[in-house]
């Protein structure tokens, strides 16, 4: 007979409250693993889901730039649009491969009864800024096709063909082709022309912002800084400064969240010692004949840890399931 | 386990009254074994492992001949498997008192070890100890029984903590 198996059956000695010290810590301990998990998680779906745009930086209005690339990328609503003459400055070079303007806004659709958002972008560019997306039908080629995504399809029962309506349009739209299921916000929008999403809008050479691939990721900073430098008026905000400014309002959520698994944790561990003090208060009178036995300070001390110990190990198949 | 208030402990000549709490302890576990009014058995250990317990803190192997030999000492043969809780008081002393004898003490300390067994059982008990006392185990035993008091070889009669006889 070892120690561990006396300590077992010591907590054996009062299954249920051994049961429910076990739930207790098996509980508190799932809640760190999923918290944890999702930190983890959330990051690097954040990382990827900037990695995925193929965008390295974007020119926007001046402003809150950081909140409003963000906002951009992620298909809000901004009431402030670029200087039409911006977009002549920044063109494709030796340094840039891509410039792709954008337009976002919302638009009331009288037939739905619903407000559409629109996102207008050049569609050739579109392998480059979602190249992770899958589309039934094809990328809208013609001015009058549209692009819908998943959530807007599956609403309205649309089909590759189906004519969609848009603002003031006299004629609808065709849908050339619909966005497998994203599950984010992509789902919700309208794709279109830039030039179409002007129209839709009624203002010619409207420009929300311009997402920028540059050839050499390195030269970054030395490009931004030369386009600053060069035209004034502008905010540029890299992918990497969007996902920190995201990132900082993640972290908010972080902390509460980890407050709460360290809250758990304490409770489970007073549980815990609760667990094994009821059980040493209890047996104090065989806790004087251990003595008498021969059992030393350390080996009761010993005894305790174990108790411990055994409690711990026996929640564990709990959280790790 | 507790310091003297006054005057001296001594064993084999050996002043042990100041001693630490190591070598108290060592000497609980090598040279003393314990029987008590209550039993103090491990309800959720079987009576072998109940036997075995002391072995758990002296680290001493586990002799099968001699735990044998100890359970069919105390009349116990067939019983080893069973829970504490299966006995009847006198087999649970009996457990105790071979609980006490497995680290091989020279002295055997049993306070008030019939105090909760019927005569039959308390016959039995005490027959092992003096058949212990026989083999060359020192046996003390604390009692109110003063029939049983009045077998024993020498007694030490103490009444409201002051010691009347020698």
Known sequence: ?321 | MDSPSSGTVRINGEDVSNYPDLKRTRLRRDFFGFVFQQFYLIPSLTVYKNILLPLLFSGKPEDKGYIGYLIELVGLNGKESHLPHQLSGGEMQRVAVARALVNRPSCILADEPTGNLDSQNSERVFEILRRLNEEGHTVIIVTHNNDLAARTNRRITIRDGVVVSV
């Open chain 1, 1 to 321: 007979m070892g120690i561990l198996s006396l300590c077992l059956a010591n907590l054996l000695r009062n299954r249920i409250r051994f049961l429910l010290a076990l739930l207790g810590i098996a509980a508190s301990t799932a809640v760190l693993f999923s918290i944890v998990s999702f930190h983890g998680g959330f990051d690097r779906a954040l990382s990827r889901e900037l990695a995925k745009t193929g965008v390295h930086f974007m020119v926007v209005p001046s402003g809150c730039p950081h909140e409003v690339a963000s906002l951009i990328l992620h298909g809000a609503v901004i009431p402030k649009f670029l200087d039409p003459s911006i977009i002549e400055k920044i063109t494709p070079s030796e340094q840039i491969s891509l410039v792709a303007p954008l337009l976002v806004f919302q638009s009331p659709n009288n037939r739905r009864q619903m407000v559409d958002i629109i996102y207008g972008l050049p569609m050739n560019f579109l392998n480059y800024l979602k190249p992770h997306w899958r589309i039934t039908g094809e990328i809208p080629k013609a001015d009058n096709e549209i692009l819908l995504g998943y959530e807007i399809a599956s609403h309205d029962g649309l089909k590759v063909g189906d004519r969609y309506p848009l603002g003031d349009l006299a004629k609808p739209l065709v849908v050339a082709g619909i966005v497998e299921k994203t599950g984010s916000q992509d789902d919700a929008y309208v794709y279109t022309s830039v030039k179409k999403a002007q129209e839709i809008l009624k203002k010619e050479k409207a420009y929300t912002a311009l997402a920028v691939q540059v050839r050499n990721p390195e030269r970054l900073s030395e490009i931004i800084e030369m386009l600053t430098s060069q035209i004034p008026g502008i905010q540029i905000v890299t992918v990497s400064q969007i996902m920190n400014s995201l990132s900082m309002v993640a972290n908010s959520a972080k902390i509460m969240s980890l407050s709460i698994a360290v809250i758990a944790i304490i409770i489970s561990a007073v549980g815990v010692m609760n667990t094994v003090l009821m059980a040493a208060f209890e047996r104090r009178q065989e806790t004087g004949m251990m003595r008498a036995l021969g059992a030393g300070s350390q080996a009761q001390a010993r005894l305790h840890c174990f108790t411990y110990l055994v409690v711990w190990i026996a929640q564990a198949p709990g959280p790790l399931g």
